[in-house]
């Protein structure tokens, strides 16, 4: 009897544990697989986060690369840049050097005072005055010098333009300063053009020689020359001929 209670007593526990076994055990599993799988879904978050912060600073250094390079290349630029001309760069060394800087606004303000002379001066234009104002405008920087022309020609009166022809009449001067002297000269009288550009005629080299040409032989001038050359030849030939024999 007594081992008949043990024995419904050990089935009894073996079923309640393999009722327990059953119930609980699936539980722990799931729990298990669901602790794994939020581990997984955390670490697998976690990389892509690190991957995207990582992408975002390796993004950052090339930016930071390519703007440098940008950098680089715009200084370059600057200090090379094609589409400056000279009186650009010019003005550049002039303005990281005080010393010429210096100089140039010197010879700027004394070009400005011997234009304003000239403007109000009454006496003719002679040759030294000529030399007088290609030496000043020599003095100038290139950076200077088209300003400088500039303001000249919008102020000389046409008796003190011809001041200018020193500088007009050296081929060897900027061909711009030039044209800009030559280009004022048409709009002044005829007595101020017409002989300026006849003495272009005699020099091909000058670089004002072919619109000379070109313009006087619009304008007829050429074929005027030409007949006064003709009239003076002809003149000559019948001074050089002998005197009519007279017969006896």
Known sequence: MTQSKWLIGGLLALAFGLVVYTFVSPKATDNATETEEASATIQKRGGSKTAKSLDQGKGGKELTSAAK???????????????KGESDIAKDDAKRDPVKQAAAEKAVEAWETLVDTLVESTEPVTKKRMAKVKEAFDTLDSADQMDAIQRSLNLLPDEQFTSLFGILYDKTENPEILDAIFSDALNRPEEIKVPMMKDFLFDKTHPMFFESARILDVTGELDKMAGTDDQEEGMEEEEELPPPTVSP
């Open 69 to 83: 390079a940008k950098g680089a290349k715009g200084g370059a630029s600057r200090q090379g840049d094609p589409s």
